[in-house]
């Protein structure tokens, strides 16, 4: 992805702007992403394991709030379609990387597990009491990413202008994001999934509060510590000699 900044930074100067490239790098937290998804999808296609993660480790939101809790771990870690490996991986590369490079590869990794997790949650206890469609299996194949990485992306980046792979005429990087956030909100709908909306949803609202903390006010300030400075003087003779403390 390139940005256009109308001062300075590096990359190919047009008239007055100067284009860089935001992320589009294999960064540490991208990179163990990646390779867990790759791990798992790779698993997911051996016999017996197929069966296996199939039965028992995907979603399945009856048996998720019930028999089988870790379901809720292990769902978001499994990576069901190659396309969505594809997908999820060029987000990753593409944006994600900038935003890790942005907060930290802890605080970006801490992000991308918290929010699988509320929306893992929250397609399971809706699944739970809608047994239609808490009966059946729900493949999360990162799902969960694209809400967190480009609503961050729009909160960092978002007056931004950008073109995606350097082509086509530059848009907001708020605008930019918003619509891919809508697009993946109206796919889940239109194709009946509502469970992975109503988690899409979710990631949504977790990803504002990671963002934008609006309880952040409420916590106590931090009490300040005494601290003491030696009034002695450094030259005394002896060691019996008086000091004090300031």
Known sequence: MRSSNPRGGSGRRDGHVVEVRLGSQFTPGVRAVLILFAVTYL???????DALITQHLILWPMAAIGREPYQLITAPLIMNSLIALL?????????????????GTRTFLWWLASTSLVSTLTSAL???????????????????????????????FGTTQARMWGI????????????FVGIGLAA????????????????????FLLLHR????????AKRKLGFVDGGQPWRASKSEQRWLN
């Open 87 to 103: 997908f999820v991986g060029l987000l990753l590369w593409q944006i994600g990387s900038a935003i890790e490079e942005r907060v």
């Open 214 to 221: 609006p309880l952040r006010h409420l916590r106590r300030p």
């Open 43 to 49: 698993l997911g296609l051996i016999p017996p394991l």
């Open 188 to 207: 889940s709908l239109l194709a009946g999934r509502y469970l992975t909306f109503f988690g899409q949803l979710a990631a949504i609202g977790w990803a």
């Open 168 to 179: 086509g005429d530059p848009v907001s990087g708020r605008g930019l994001a918003y619509f």
């Open 126 to 156: 809706l699944g739970r009491m809608w047994p239609a469609q808490g009966s059946l299996p729900l493949a999360i194949d990162g799902h969960p990413l694209f809400p967190v990485i480009l609503l961050a992306f729009a909160h960092y």
